[in-house]
């Protein structure tokens, strides 16, 4: 186990020698169901964050778009005398 807090430090295999041989796939990162479950819950929430800035939006959208129409449809102006 001692050579465990070196194998920590290491950043690639290529030039690494030991003593004795051991399983490389027991190290490797393996996903779980807990990973795909995390990944699964991100682009959820993303999708709901995205759909909730659209919605946000739409709503100025529709403000704006009433004002430009309210102003459309009110009479104009009277002139007034000089």
Known sequence: MASLPLMSRVKSLNGLVFEEPFDLQRLQKKDGTTTATRRM??????????????????????????????????????????
Do not use: Y
Request: proline fraction near 7%; hydrophobic fraction near 35%.
């Open 41 to 82: 819950d991100e682009c959820l929430r993303l999708t709901q964050r995205v759909k909730d800035k659209l919605r946000r939006l739409t709503k100025k959208v529709k403000a704006a778009a009433n004002l430009v129409q309210d102003d459309f449809n009110s009479p104009p102006l009277a002139a007034q005398p000089e």
